[in-house]
Structure formats: structure tokens, C-alpha cells
Nanobody, 121 residues
Framework: QVQLVESGGGLVQAGGSLRLSCAAS????????MGWFRQAPGKEREFVAI???????SYTNSMNGRLTISRGNAGNTLYLQMNSLKPEDTAVYLC???????????????WGQGAQVTVSS
């Protein structure tokens, strides 16, 4: 059974940084795509950053240049370093795992419960 547990969220002032972690268990995740998505109140879930199983990385344009996604050496931990945060980055950030190479969250199979990120102005 796949389990994803996010940590590292919190309250930060605009311009600050946060590092999110996702502890994954239940599979050999080296063959899966792993990514970060976010959902703000009243909005749809959206792609933030993805570590594709082949090694490529993708980032949303709205946060490009401010993000770094990486996997731990064992392959079962996913990180997201976020810098220069803005109030509009406030959302619940969710870790996802899937096997379809598509940034749409609709095709991703497994989700964590999410970590709240709040950026104050």
C-alpha cells in the first residue's frame, strides 16, 4: 500500500523560504513519477514541480526560478525547496505519485494529505 506523508509546511513571511519533504513507502518509487502539486481555497489542484522517473524535472512557470525539486538517495523521499515565497503561493502542497507522464493532477494515482504553506505579506 502506497503511503505519502508530507512535512515542512508552515507560516513564512514574503521573501522567505521553506523546504517540503514527502516520505513515501509501499513501492519502488524509482520507476514512478513523483511530484508536488498545490491547491488554494476555492481553486483547482495544480502542478508545481515534478521529478519524472527518467530523471527530467519540470516546474510550473508561475514559480520557475524559485523552486528546486529533488529525490533522496534511497528514492523514497521527495523534497521541494521553495525560495522568495509570495503571498499568492499560499496553498496546501501535496505530494503525488503516478506513472503517466502528464502534469495534470487528474491522472496521478496516489496522494498525501498535504502540508499547509502560508505566506504572509
Amino acid at each position: 500500500q502506497v503511503q505519502l506523508v508530507e512535512s515542512g509546511g508552515g507560516l513564512v513571511q514574503a521573501g522567505g523560504s521553506l523546504r517540503l519533504s514527502c516520505a513515501a513507502s509501499g513501492r519502488d518509487f524509482s520507476t514512478y513519477h513523483m511530484g508536488w502539486f498545490r491547491q488554494a481555497p476555492g481553486k483547482e489542484r495544480e502542478f508545481v514541480a515534478i521529478s519524472w522517473s527518467g530523471g527530467d524535472l519540470s516546474y510550473t512557470n508561475s514559480m520557475n526560478g524559485r523552486l528546486t525539486i529533488s529525490r533522496g538517495n534511497a528514492g523514497n523521499t521527495l523534497y521541494l525547496q521553495m525560495n522568495s515565497l509570495k503571498p499568492e503561493d499560499t496553498a496546501v502542497y501535496l505530494c503525488g505519485v503516478g506513472w503517466t507522464k502528464n502534469t495534470s493532477p487528474a491522472v496521478w494515482q496516489y496522494w498525501g494529505q498535504g502540508a499547509q504553506v502560508t505566506v504572509s505579506s
